[in-house]
Nanobody, 127 residues
Framework: VQLQASGGGLVQAGGSLRLSCAAS????????MGWFRQAPGKEREFVAA????????YYLDSVKGRFTISRDNAKNTVYLQMNSLKPEDTAVYYC?????????????????????WGQGTQVTVSS
């Protein structure tokens, strides 16, 4: 599976962005998909994940109510809608894919759950 993230950019605090992650391969619909972010000098951090069907999602507490993860299996694409952006959301955002089954949500948080990673897209939120 190859992943291509896009949609990042510079936005003012309170603004919105929608990230997209296009995946190659016919098995996309069977993968758990996740979004992570990494700010300078910090470790990569879990942001959100979605099950293969889209029926289950899980979010980092600090983005709940502001970010929404979704997927379109017909288009092999996963999205991250980010609203009410804050300067602390500034980071490089990565999408990731896992062939593992969706189970207890805590399992989808570690980076080790995911086998495939996109190249990252920069999101910068100015105050």
């Amino acid at each position: 599976v190859q992943l291509q993230a896009s949609g990042g950019g510079l936005v003012q605090a309170g603004g919105s962005l929608r990230l997209s992650c296009a995946a190659s391969g016919r098995t996309f619909s069977t993968y758990v998909m996740g979004w992570f972010r990494q700010a300078p000098g910090k470790e990569r951090e879990f942001v959100a994940a979605i099950s293969w069907s889209g029926g289950s999602t899980y979010y980092l507490d600090s983005v709940k109510g502001r970010f929404t993860i979704s997927r379109d299996n017909a288009k092999n694409t996963v999205y991250l809608q980010m609203n009410s952006l804050k300067p602390e959301d500034t980071a490089v955002y990565y999408c990731a894919a896992s062939p593992r089954r969706w189970g207890p949500v805590i399992q989808v948080v570690p980076t080790t759950f995911y086998n495939y990673w996109g190249q990252g897209t920069q999101v910068t939120v100015s105050s």
